[in-house]
T-cell receptor
Framework: KAGVTQTPRYLIKTRGQQVTLSCSPI?????VSWYQQTPGQGLQFLFE???????NKGNFPGRFSGRQFSNSRSEMNVSTLELGDSALYLC?????????????FGPGTRLTVL | TQLLEQSPQFLSIQEGENLTVYCNSS?????LQWYRQEPGEGPVLLVT?????EVKKLKRLTFQFGDARKDSSLHITAAQPGDTGLYLC?????????????????FGQGTILTVHP
């Protein structure tokens, strides 16, 4: 089975711009979660989608948004980029077993904001 | 305040030594995962534990979930240079601990392990 894929792998943007990141989950996985990883804060939860619905959201400003399509693929968008948004953005998919909450991560998208 | 306290933050050892990484919390978790991450890559799932007191072994790695499901440990026997990497614990908070099972894992800060040949 193919793993979680994320595109693009690297992205350089300037302040004020917006960016869209894409994630394709493992086949059969319907839950997609997004995380931001920085050296100072570690991995922080952004949001989770299941069946095209956002079911959970972390403590991030409204500039961070996402969506999920009927084929479970997901995108996240960051508008009005700030320098502090530079991070590794990770997508994880899960079969959504409530007991296990076992998540499988993609390779991430490295976003650099100049 | 970090919900999952992971220690030590850094570990530098010689090949063949044993080591233990700890993950502690005052909150109860429904499940706890351990991941290993290489630079520039995503975390790779090593194990999931869900039952208090559970012990799982993966070759030279032994994982334990505390009886109260508030803590966990990772023990590596006879470490090898290939074990070098960032080790992360992550848990899904139990609903009665203020958590939701909807896709959110709470991560520890990680342990950077370096094993010298």
């Amino acid at each position: 089975k193919a793993g979680v894929t994320q595109t693009p792998r690297y992205l350089i943007k300037t302040r004020g711009q917006q960016v869209t990141l894409s994630c394709s989950p493992i086949s059969g996985h319907r839950s997609v979660s997004w995380y931001q990883q920085t050296p100072g804060q570690g991995l922080q939860f952004l949001f989770e989608y299941f069946s095209e619905t956002q079911r959970n959201k972390g403590n991030f400003p409204g500039r961070f948004s996402g969506r999920q399509f009927s084929n479970s693929r997901s995108e996240m968008n960051v508008s009005t980029l700030e320098l502090g948004d530079s991070a590794l953005y990770l997508c994880a998919s899960s079969q959504m077993s409530v007991a296990y909450n076992e998540q499988f991560f993609g390779p991430g998208t490295r976003l650099t904001v100049l | 305040t970090q919900l999952l306290e992971q220690s030590p933050q850094f570990l530098s050892i010689q090949e063949g030594e044993n080591l233990t990484v700890y993950c502690n919390s005052s909150s109860v978790f429904s499940s706890l995962q351990w991941y290993r991450q290489e630079p520039g890559e995503g975390p790779v799932l090593l194990v999931t534990v869900v039952t208090g007191g559970e012990v799982k072994k993966l070759k030279r790695l032994t994982f334990q979930f505390g009886d109260a499901r508030k803590d966990s440990s990772l023990h590596i026997t006879a470490a090898q240079p290939g074990d070098t990497g960032l080790y992360l614990c992550a848990g899904a908070l139990a609903p009665y601990a203020g958590g939701t099972s909807y896709g959110k894992l709470t991560f520890g800060q990680g342990t950077i392990l370096t094993v010298h040949p």
